[in-house]
């Protein structure tokens, strides 16, 4: 469990690295969006038969941080959209 954690923070990190511009987003947030982007990617991964779901590997790890800087942007569009209605 805790290296699951660890995973997310990292996945996390390397999404917030990738996506360009400025997030507002915490660390808490983040380590959330990292954590549900390496499920998304250990499930995607284990469909295409390359482990199990929460089995370290590369295709997995790949996926995971696309999914995680997809979920960032969804993150970022809501909150932004969020802040415009206010």
Do not use: D
């Not at 995607?44 to 942007?73: M, P, Q, Y």
């Amino acid at each position: 469990m805790i290296g699951f954690i660890i995973a997310g923070l990292i996945i996390g990190a390397l999404a917030r690295l990738i996506k360009p511009g400025k997030q507002n987003l915490g660390l808490l947030a983040t380590l959330l969006l990292g954590l549900v982007g390496s499920v998304i990617g250990g499930s995607i991964a284990s469909l295409l038969g390359t482990g199990g779901i929460f089995e370290l590997n590369v295709l997995g790890f790949i996926v995971s941080v696309i999914a995680a800087v997809l979920l960032i942007g969804v993150a970022e569009a809501m909150a932004g959209r969020r802040r415009v209605t206010r």
